[in-house]
């Protein structure tokens, strides 16, 4: 059994996750069937979803040690480089799949197995650690808020890794972007990118067809009262809190839509890379730190200052 260097959850803090992160040596993960493929890991990112695991939302005891992150670009056994899209068949689970780093170990690691149809071609001019951070935004804004022609979309808590890409995405789609941050200095940056930067709870200057929700609790009120009617809210996670109030009255009146979403699929992938490439769009990368120094990732994402993502460098 070969042994590699991971980052992984050793046990749950729900209060200081980064405690309950281990960085050391883990054996490489086994293949299920034939199919499976061993990639190196060049590139990866890490998510709010790696500290929500090491709080122990989503995983079980039984599930330790997981070794973490979901997003990841490297090289496969024939020296291709590719990424790994994340989503897994997984029985059992009542999603009917899952993401790696939740029953299959994660790409936090010097390598990850995956099956081979979780193999995408790297596209030429993409970065590997460009490539690790891409998917979840893109579902938000086309197949979930179907966003069209002529149309708005207002951004919450522009700093997360899922709301610099919908704005970056939103405004390479030639789309108006409002986007909030509660951070001046984030502002400024997110008017840098060509969208309109407002503090949480201000009004907008039109209502919007589509909301990116990564929040949660904190700008829910504002989301619904931003929406013009017939509006897709796309609600894909809940960083402040998971259960706000819900004003009906404005949902059935203004006939709003209200769409949870979760991973993507390997086409959606597939068409965001071929569009990163063709628009020349990249990612807003916050830091990129060498898997040496992967603990002060996890410290960087967990501060809340970051700007876009945090990516972890394997080849450093
Ligand atoms: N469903 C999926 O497929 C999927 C995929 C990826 C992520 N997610 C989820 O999406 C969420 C966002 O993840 P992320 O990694 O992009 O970003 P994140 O680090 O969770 O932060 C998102 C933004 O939320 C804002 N925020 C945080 N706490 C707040 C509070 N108390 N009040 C107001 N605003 C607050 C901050 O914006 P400002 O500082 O700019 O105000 C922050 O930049 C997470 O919950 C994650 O688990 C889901």
């Known amino acids: 059994m070969r042994i590699m260097r991971a980052a992984y959850a050793s046990r749950f803090d729900a209060d200081n996750p980064l405690a309950a992160l281990t960085v050391g040596d883990r054996p490489e993960p086994a293949h299920l069937d034939d199919d499976w493929v061993t990639v190196q890991v060049r590139a990866s990112s890490l998510n709010h979803h790696d500290l929500w695991s090491l709080r122990g939302v989503g995983l079980a005891d039984g599930q330790l040690p997981m070794i973490l992150g979901c997003d990841a670009a490297g090289t496969d056994p024939d020296g291709n480089e590719v990424v790994i899209y994340p989503v897994l068949p997984t029985p059992g689970d009542p999603r009917g799949v899952s993401i790696l780093s939740e029953h299959y170990q994660g790409t936090l690691a010097e390598r990850v197995a995956v099956p081979r149809m979780n193999l995408l071609p790297l596209p030429t001019g993409l970065s590997a650690t460009d490539a690790a951070c891409l998917p979840t935004a893109w579902r938000m804004l086309t197949t979930r808020g179907r966003i069209a022609d002529g149309e708005a979309v207002l951004v919450q808590g522009a700093g997360g890794g899922v709301a610099t890409a919908a704005v970056a995405l939103g405004l390479a789609l030639g ?24 503090e949480p709870g201000a009004r907008l200057p039109e209502r919007v067809d589509v909301v990116i929700e990564t929040v949660g609790a904190a700008t829910f009120d504002h989301s619904l009262k931003s ?28 006939q709003l839509e209200i769409l949870g979403t979760s991973m993507g699929t390997p086409d959606e992938l597939t068409e965001l890379l071929a569009f990163c490439a063709e628009h020349e769009v990249r990612p807003v990368v916050d830091s990129v730190v060498p898997f040496s120094r992967v603990a002060d990732a996890f410290a960087r994402l967990h501060s809340g200052e970051v700007f876009g993502k945090v990516v972890v460098d394997h080849t450093a």
Do not use: C
């Open 227 to 254: 929406a013009a009617p017939m509006a897709r809210i796309v609600v894909a996670g809940a960083t402040s809190g998971h259960l706000p109030p819900v004003n009906l009255r404005r949902v059935f009146a203004m």
């Open 175 to 198: 789309k108006r972007v409002y986007a909030t941050s509660r951070d001046a200095a984030k502002r400024d940056r997110i008017a840098a990118l060509g969208a309109t930067a407002l």
